[in-house]
């Protein structure tokens, strides 16, 4: 018999990430992709490279999260649209049903998640300040000349760790140059940096909540052992990084793909061969009122395929009625 | 020609437009509104106000941009405490002023002052200065004020309904949500019933199936009883009736969990809703507060919204999707 697999599709505003799980919901293919401002032409590559690694394979569902997760639905004929929360909940409790606490990280976006009893039951999200997000630290990183794979080890190295304000992204950068032209060692400022992160986090996102072991760590910012080493130092617990931490996201939406599809009997996904198709977006900014929406289009092949932004429905509602 | 008065459409226009529109009304003026909050009323808000008011205090003044070349009057009464021994935001105070020094070329602004907090005699002062401007009959006056006392109670009746203010305005029907899950969505009624400023989160709400009970869907003898409890009284008439409503829905077991909608920068919100929040929790509901500001980006709300709302489907029916 032939297999049969679930797509799942994570735009983050940093990384796009794509996997597939099987029938038995493991992960069989997985990768990781910049988005680099250009989702659409991120997915497509991406689905590509899974077809030439994958082969001609039966998709029986598909799923999309994240933040360009409503385009992402539209390219790839998604079953399910679920927002980053639920998707991550649903692939921390596939890997460990335990689960208490999810602390994820992402390019621009934090989150912390607590679970009792398998569902979640409270959830946190950083505000419009991302100081403490993955893109803060591949810009200090950059800054610093250290790649930011080999930040973390660089953080383990230190022995004096120096103070760093991370209330917010302007005062750490600041307080940053400030201790390395004291004279302090990259690896000590660098330690500082991620225990000011995590300070800052759970501040913000942990506070008032109780954090109970196991507690699950993803999302980018997890491959960064001094940030790891941060967290179970403030909290006195055990972090767990899952092995695929940076793609949580994605199969959570494949999880929630195959429950979609199944209860529907059947898959909308378009097919891999949506690397073929031609997709553009084509803006207009509607005069009808005051508020100058800007709507725009989402064309596949020179077709109107969706279309959105309009606050009163006029665009949006004529798509709906097409399909 | 009928004296045309201008009531913008924002702030307690939620509240009290009924009344205002009735009162009006009888003493012979045309009642003209402002456009619903749309963008260019939140731009020329932004643009004409003060940086550190807060966004409701900012659309103000955008619906009085909007309104002020098609009127004779312009109805913004200085409302300082509309309850005894309580006061409503330091702003409302002010607004009259705000507006006659940040607007230009403004017609007549009506600003009498309404100051329940010791007694009474302060709203008799105000409804008859109010008229004053319209007509020198004091009787007419009054019993036009009578019958827009009527008005206030037919439309907050209608809201007990489970109206919100808009449809209670517009002869809506109550929702047919009987059964299912339901949520407390609390707030300033500005920020919760204001389609462009809440991203349309009551549409959001119920277009997933899910009903939403306001605070202002709660009787008044209610949101009195529980307020009395509190260890200390709420001087803040809007903060009392969130504080209390928050409590009566969870204690009647109204909801499944509460959404409080806060505007950034709003100095009763930042401290009401530290207070609910600490409340609601520790009876173990599911809460989320969602900050609303003048960004356009819709994304932030709609994947907190979604998340939540998930969340408590998830606790009812303990499946996924």
Not at chain 2, 46 to 59: E, R
Request: aromatic fraction near 8%; proline fraction near 3%.
């Amino acid at each position: 018999m032939k297999k049969s697999y679930y797509l799942g599709v994570d735009v983050g505003s940093v990384s796009t990430n794509i996997v597939l799980v099987d029938d038995n919901r493991e992960l069989v293919y997985r990768d990781y992709l910049r988005t680099m401002g250009q989702p659409i032409r991120v997915i497509q590559e991406g689905i590509r490279a899974l077809r030439s690694r994958m082969g001609d394979i039966d998709i029986k569902g598909a799923g999309a999260t994240g933040s360009g997760r409503n385009l992402a639905g539209i390219i790839i004929g998604a079953d399910i649209v679920k927002n980053e929360i639920t998707a991550h909940a649903v692939a921390a409790l596939h890997i460990n049903p335990e689960v208490k606490t999810i602390l994820e990280i992402g390019g621009q976006d934090s989150k912390i998640i607590i679970l009792r009893d398998g569902i979640v039951s409270d959830f946190a999200m950083n505000t419009v300040c991302a100081a403490g997000t993955g893109s803060f630290l591949d810009r200090q990183a950059s800054r610093l000349g250290i790649p930011i794979e080999e930040f973390g080890a660089l953080a383990l190295k230190s022995t004096a760790e120096v103070r760093i304000a991370g209330r917010c992204a302007v005062f750490a950068e600041s307080d940053m140059i400030h201790k390395q032209q004291l004279g302090h060692k990259t690896e000590d400022i660098i330690l500082g940096l991620c225990s000011a992160l995590v300070r800052n986090y759970l501040n913000n996102l942990g506070k008032g909540k109780e954090i109970l072991e196991p507690v699950i760590f993803q999302g980018g910012v997890a491959a960064n052992c001094g940030i790891v080493k941060a967290f179970e130092k403030e909290l006195g617990l055990e972090v767990n990084v899952p092995p695929h931490h940076d793609v949580m996201g994605a199969i959570g939406a494949a999880l929630l793909s195959a429950d979609a599809a199944e209860r529907k009997g059947y898959t909308s996904f378009t097919g891999l061969d949506i690397v073929e198709c031609e997709f553009s977006v084509r803006p207009l900014d509607c005069k009808g009122c005051a508020n100058l929406c800007e709507v725009i289009e989402i064309m596949k092949n020179g077709e109107a395929v969706a279309c959105w932004g309009d606050r009163c429905g006029r665009w949006s509602n004529r798509m709906t009625k097409l399909a | 020609m009928k004296p045309r008065v201008g009531i913008p459409r924002a702030l307690l226009y939620y509240n009290y437009y009924p009344m205002w529109k009735e009162f009006f009304e009888r003493l012979g003026a045309e009642i003209v509104l402002s456009e619903l909050t749309n963008k260019k009323i939140l731009d020329d808000g932004v643009n004409c106000s003060v940086d550190d008011a807060c966004l409701p205090i900012k659309l103000f003044h955008g619906h009085v941009i909007d309104l002020k070349d098609r009127v004779d009057f312009l109805f913004i009464p200085r409302l300082i405490s509309v309850q005894r021994s309580e006061y409503i935001c330091p702003k409302f105070c002010g607004l009259p002023d705000m507006v006659v020094s940040l607007v230009n070329d403004l017609p007549t602004v009506i600003d009498v002052t309404v100051n329940m907090r010791n007694n009474n005699s302060s709203l008799r002062k105000a409804v008859l200065d109010a008229g004053r401007y319209i007509t020198g009959d004091v009787v007419r006056i009054y019993s036009a004020y009578k019958s827009s006392l009527q008005k206030l109670h037919e439309f907050q009746r209608k809201m007990e309904e489970g109206l919100t203010p808009l449809e209670a305005m517009h002869g809506g029907k109550p929702s047919s949500f009987k059964e299912g899950i339901k949520i407390g969505l609390i707030g300033h009624p500005y920020n919760i019933y204001d389609n462009y400023a809440s991203m349309d989160i009551i549409r959001k709400i119920r277009g997933r199936g899910i009903g939403i009970i306001t605070q202002d869907m709660i009787r008044e003898s209610e949101i009195d009883r529980i307020a009395k409890t509190f260890p200390k009284a709420m001087f803040w008439s809007f903060g009392k009736k969130i504080m209390a409503a928050s409590e009566y829905l969870i204690d009647e077991k109204k909801v499944e969990g509460i959404i409080y909608m806060v505007a950034f920068g709003c100095g009763l919100d930042a401290l009401v809703g530290d207070l609910v929040e600490r409340r609601v929790r520790k009876k173990g509901v599911p809460f989320c507060l969602i900050t609303i500001d003048e960004h356009t980006g819709e994304a932030g709300i709609d994947t907190r919204v979604e998340a939540f709302l998930d969340m408590l489907e998830w606790r009812n029916a303990s499946k996924c999707w």
